[in-house]
């Protein structure tokens, strides 16, 4: 018996050799390395809204990379300025302040210190079902259990409440509470989108009991769900957006955005040596340029209007439910989502899972419309003959 040929996954470098291997991408196509191509309709779970290797953050990347490769953040550094302006120019004017790292776990760590040290309380509040990410303190206001098992215990003072109870959360919260924590739109969760009356009751009790209200954005921020930020869409604004994933094209980036308020009530440190690197930095302004130039929210809101009309008619017939907004949709279906992720891969789909039921879609908002057509269609095909 032959050894299956090393190759190295993010997990520790075990062997796996059944995996699709992917080499080279051009917009939302993707080759594997013996040649065949595919249409994602995952973007690396939403890092990649500009597709595979966007040309202007190409660009900016070899630029900055001649320039001035790394800077610590100890130093003003003119891209930084310029990218940080560029961001805060596109939200509230209450938003003053960036704490940049390089991740969305690291986002949610420097929220949950920022608030726990502003308002000198422990307390977190967050929702069933909710992904944070998988740094301790981001790991435990995640929601699922076999994420957290393992590694318990956890940083003790957080608690959970069902996703859009306006009512448990108005409960839960209160004056030893620092920080309400949510997600406008669920994504590991499964693509649950918040009530209107959910976020209004999280953003009252917040400013009544003087706790801060924290929206992660990581997954629905910059034009993924047909507005640049999900928040946009119920005008209601948290004391912090917590942002990463396609913030900077493709390149490592988490932003903790918050107000003047906030930051001069900041006591203690928090730093990050590669955070607002000139090279993420570089990458964030290309990205949100061609974020905003190539009107991206505009085509989410578009192509996701047609994803959920399109796959309507699978519900009930074959599916549970299909939810979603903008290019953010799940397909929840009545058994386990695998087989039909299998059977989308072997015809050159490449979706992902939210849970083990949910079809997920997070296609880059790059895609052509033709592309997401087929994907569509291809959806249809495998999840109507079952
Ligand atoms: C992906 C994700 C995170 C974690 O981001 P990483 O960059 O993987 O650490 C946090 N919150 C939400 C909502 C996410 O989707």
Known sequence: MSEPAPSLTPEFGLRDG??????????????????????????????????????????????????LLFLGSGYASPI?????EKLLSLLPRSFSRVFLSNSGTEAVEAAIKIARSATGRTKVVAALRG??????????ATWRRELKEPFEPLVPGF????????????????????????????GEGGVH???PEFLRAARAVATRTGALLAFDEVQTGIAR??????????????????????L????????????????????????????????????????LTATVDERLAERAARLG????????SLVPDHARELRGLGLMLGLELREKAAPYLAALESRGFLAIPAGATVIRLLPPLVIRDEEFAAGLSAIEEVVGRG
Do not use: M
Not at 41 to 65: D, N, R, T
Not at 80 to 84: E, H, S
Not at 131 to 140: E, N, P, Q, V
């Open 18 to 67: 059944g995996r699709l291997t992917l080499v080279r991408g051009e917009g939302a196509r993707l080759w594997d390395d013996h040649g065949r191509v595919y249409i994602d309709l995952g973007a690396s779970h939403g890092a990649g809204s500009l597709g595979a290797c966007h040309p202007a953050v190409v660009k900016a990347i070899e630029e900055q990379a001649r320039t």
């Open 80 to 84: 930084r300025t310029a990218f940080l």
């Open 131 to 140: 992904f944070h990410g998988r740094t301790l303190g981001a790991l435990s």
């Open 159 to 186: 608690v959970h409440v069902p996703f859009n109870d306006a009512a448990a959360l108005d409960r839960a919260v209160d004056d030893t509470t620092a920080l309400v924590l949510l997600e406008p739109v669920q």
């Open 193 to 195: 989108v918040a009530t």
């Open 225 to 246: 769900t047909g507005r640049l930020f999900a928040f946009e869409h119920w005008g209601i604004v948290p004391d912090l957006l917590l942002l990463a994933k396609s």
């Open 248 to 287: 900077a094209g493709g390149v490592p980036i988490g932003a903790t955005v918050t107000t003047e308020e906030v930051a001069t009530r900041f006591r203690g440190s928090h730093h990050s040596t590669f955070g607002g690197s000139p090279l993420a930095c570089a990458a964030g302004l290309a990205a």
């Open 305 to 312: 209007a047609l994803g959920l009309e399109r796959l309507r």
